[in-house]
């Protein structure tokens, strides 16, 4: 069945930092790839997307590429800031039906 | 433009008590979700409807959990009778139809069964 696995964490970083966390997925066809990042005490919002092989979505300094020949999604970031500690999540949409799924998650915290 | 809707941000309740979370999604959205996310066991699908009909609900734990949707703004996720193992925050997202959209959380519900 269709599902993501993505890094484990917790990932610690310091300011300035270059980051990569590593997301695969398995899916048939061609699915729409998101990761998304949740700040403490909040829910989950979009940092980025992208719905075919490829694309690059990008966001805040974010990016990550659709690569279906190795069927992954990595995010990374060139420069990290304290603000950008929070849980990451790359999730999966697949070209047909509603269903979305989701990684683990990865904890980041990036220290001054 | 109003995003998802959860209400009560926080619920406190006793063991045995009843629980109804409530969602409005956002306007135009046909697919709803409702979440749960606990340190121990990470974010879990509980149902999803899709133009108010649920479609998988392989995901609620057993059946003292039960969701609604009786019409496009709003859907609720009942809890009868509460356990403390129950206490998580529970999220609701909506989302369009199509495989290029992405889903839209709400801010969450952060229930607490003493």
């Known amino acids: 069945g269709d599902s993501v696995t993505q890094m484990e964490g917790p990932v610690t970083l310091s300011e300035e930092a270059f980051l990569t966390i590593n997301c695969t997925y398995t899916?048939?066809?061609?699915?729409?790839l998101f990761w998304y990042v949740q700040y403490p005490g909040e829910g989950l919002q979009l940092l980025l997307k992208?719905?075919?092989?490829?694309d690059k979505g990008s966001n805040k300094g974010f990016e990550a590429t659709y690569r279906k020949e190795t069927t992954s999604f990595h995010l990374e970031k060139g420069s990290v800031q304290v603000s950008d500690s929070a849980v990451y999540f790359c999730?999966?949409?697949?070209?047909?039906?509603?269903?979305?799924?989701f990684g683990t998650g990865t904890s980041l915290t990036v220290i001054p | 433009d109003a995003g998802v809707i959860q209400s009560p941000r926080h619920e406190v309740t006793e063991m045995g008590q009843e629980v109804t979370l409530r969602c409005k999604p956002i306007?135009?959205?046909?697919?709803l979700f409702w979440y749960r996310q606990t340190m121990m066991r990470g974010l879990e699908l509980l149902i999803y409807?899709?133009?108010?009909?649920?479609?998988?609900d392989s995901g609620m734990p057993e059946d003292r959990f039960s969701a609604k949707m009786p019409n496009a703004s709003f859907s609720t996720l009942k809890i009868q009778p509460s356990e403390p193992r129950d206490s998580a925050v529970y999220f609701c997202?909506?989302?369009?139809?199509?495989?290029?959209?992405?889903?839209?959380f709400g801010p969450g519900t952060r229930l607490t069964v003493t």
């Open positions: 899916a048939t066809g061609y699915p729409s």
């Open positions: 992208a719905t075919k092989a490829d």
């Open positions: 409807f899709n133009n108010n009909v649920p479609i998988d």
């Open positions: 306007s135009g959205h046909n697919s």
């Open positions: 997202a909506s989302s369009l139809g199509s495989y290029i959209y992405e889903q839209y």
């Open positions: 999730a999966l949409r697949p070209n047909t039906g509603n269903q979305f799924y």
